[in-house]
């Protein structure tokens, strides 16, 4: 069974940094990679999809990679800010309804 | 992208009520997802809502407890019978992307958070 892996579990950095976010995962058998955001007790809002044969993909201040041989990807966030502040989450997709979620990485940017 | 509405946002139910959680998409789609949430934990997959035929329950679901209707392309019901305190949650309808090319990219509603008494 896919396991995905999110570290750190919390984050918190000063505004302006930049920083890197990890998801990992144990079968490279996936289809597609995709990154949330959650606020607090609300839903999720897509960030970024990578499909499988793709490497990385860029919307304004974040670049999400994927390495499917290495069960790795990335979340980068360039230039925090407060607003940025929430939890982040990977999904692997390794079948039709088969998407599995990592438990996150609560992001805390310092004013 | 696709638009969801969830209704109702949040609500708090004694112990031994149900409670029916609605979807609304702003197009049509061919399957409806829906997760749970529990507190600290992240998503998990509680059924497939296919149109026209029985709801499709991944492993410790029944359909007993978690309800689902699919009347029509564009909306769904989850409901969440004979409550306990367990069953706090937030409840999260979902659905693939609805333009071309079909990515396979998720879209969630806003969530509907349970408190159980």
């Known amino acids: 069974k896919q396991e995905v892996t999110q570290i750190p579990a919390a984050l918190s950095v000063p505004e302006g940094e930049n920083l890197v976010l990890n998801c990992s995962f144990t079968d490279s058998a996936i289809?597609?990679?995709?990154?949330?955001?959650?606020?607090?007790?609300?839903g999720l809002t897509s960030l970024l999809l990578i499909q499988s044969s793709q490497r990385e993909q860029t919307s304004g201040r974040l670049n999400a990679s994927l390495d499917k041989s290495?069960?790795?990807?990335?979340?980068?966030?360039?230039?925090s800010q407060p607003g940025d502040s929430a939890t982040y989450l990977c999904a692997v997709r390794a079948g039709?309804?088969?998407?599995?979620?990592?438990?996150?990485?609560?992001?805390?940017?310092?004013? | 992208s696709a638009v969801?509405?969830?209704?109702?946002?949040?609500?708090?139910?004694?112990?031994?009520?149900?409670?029916?959680?609605?979807?609304?998409v702003d197009s049509q789609v061919t399957m409806m997802f829906w997760y749970r949430q529990q507190p600290g934990q992240?998503?998990?997959?509680?059924?497939?809502?296919n149109q026209g035929s029985e709801a499709t329950y991944e492993s410790?679901?029944?359909?007993?407890?978690?309800?689902?209707?699919r009347p029509n392309l564009t909306f769904s019901t989850l409901?969440?019978?004979?409550?306990?305190?367990?069953?706090?949650s937030i409840y999260?309808?979902?659905?693939?992307?609805t333009s071309a090319p079909n990515t396979g990219e998720l879209f969630f509603g806003e969530g509907s958070r349970l408190t159980v008494l």
Do not use: H
Not at chain 2, 79 to 88: C, F, L, Q
């Open chain 1, 31 to 42: 289809y597609n990679l995709q990154w949330f955001r959650q606020d607090p007790g609300k």
């Open chain 1, 70 to 79: 290495s069960g790795r990807s990335t979340l980068y966030i360039a230039a």
């Open chain 1, 96 to 111: 039709a309804n088969n998407l599995f979620f990592g438990t996150g990485t609560r992001l805390t940017v310092i004013p």
């Open chain 2, 4 to 24: 969801i509405s969830q209704k109702p946002s949040r609500d708090i139910c004694q112990r031994g009520t149900s409670l029916t959680i609605q979807c609304q």
């Open chain 2, 42 to 49: 992240s998503l998990t997959l509680i059924a497939t809502a």
């Open chain 2, 60 to 69: 410790g679901f029944v359909i007993d407890k978690f309800p689902i209707s």
């Open chain 2, 79 to 88: 409901t969440v019978s004979n409550m306990s305190p367990e069953d706090s």
């Open chain 2, 92 to 97: 999260l309808c979902s659905v693939a992307g």
